[in-house]
């Protein structure tokens, strides 16, 4: 079957950086995505990675292991607003998305 | 960057009645959008894979009968919930695909009373 994991939440100070890790098991890859989604609106999309390695955009970095079926998001010089869920998704042979359940973030002062 | 939008954001309907729910992608053609619901504290559901010109591919689990999809073009959608209940009531989201990116409406929060 098709799966994706990453930990159900987690905790970090202002400031800091934070590391959300997710693992994939799905049937073809055409690519893995990371969405930010506050509570009670629709996810915001913060990366894309079909190929191995490290994509940086400002704060927020993804990367990419195809062997592993692995990724990480990491989040620099936290923020307040930070707080949020944070999905990730696998694209699989079907154009299909298969969702992760999401990692709840929670930004202590 | 690219623009999906939903019509209407926020409906609120009598048991027993339909409502539609339209998606739209602004600048760019899409040939593939998504229906998505999400229930409170959970993640996104996928409902159905709407393709312009054929018939929507639903998910396991997903009546569609009730949920009638309809990609009558390469910008819009629609998604008619028919004879709701308030176990309907959810947020409904649709995405559509431009090239290898996913970009999402705003969602449409159906509550039936």
């Known amino acids: 079957g098709q799966n994706i994991d990453q930990p159900t939440e987690m905790t970090a100070t202002e400031g800091a950086i934070v590391q959300i890790n997710c693992t994939y098991q799905?049937?073809?890859?055409?690519?893995l995505f990371w969405y930010q989604q506050h509570a009670g609106e629709a996810p915001t999309f913060l990366s894309y990675?079909?190929l191995d390695g490290l994509e940086e955009k400002g704060r927020f970095s993804s990367f990419l292991s195809r062997s592993k079926g692995y990724s990480y998001l990491l989040l620099k010089e936290l923020q307040m607003k930070d707080s949020a869920s944070y999905l990730c998704?696998?694209?699989?042979?079907?154009?299909?998305?298969?969702w992760g359940a999401g990692t709840k973030l929670i930004i202590k002062p | 960057g690219a623009v999906v939008s939903q019509h209407p954001s926020r409906v609120i309907c009598k048991s027993g009645t339909s409502v539609k729910i339209e998606c739209r992608s602004l600048?760019?053609?899409?040939?593939?959008m998504f229906w998505y619901r999400q229930f409170p504290k959970q993640s996104l559901m996928l409902m159905a894979t709407?393709?312009?010109?054929?018939?929507?591919?639903?998910e396991q689990g997903v009546e569609k009968d009730k949920f009638l999809i309809n990609h009558a073009s390469l910008t819009l959608s629609t998604l008619t919930v028919t004879s709701a209940h308030p176990e309907d009531s959810s947020f409904y989201i649709c995405?559509?695909?431009?090239?290898?990116?996913?970009?999402f409406g705003p969602g449409t929060r159906l509550t039936v009373l």
């Open positions: 799905t049937s073809g890859f055409n690519g």
């Open positions: 990675n079909v």
């Open positions: 709407s393709n312009e010109g054929s018939k929507a591919t639903y």
């Open positions: 600048d760019f053609q899409a040939t593939t």
């Open positions: 995405s559509a695909i431009k090239i290898n990116e996913q970009f």
């Open positions: 998704a696998v694209m699989d042979s079907n154009y299909q998305l298969i």
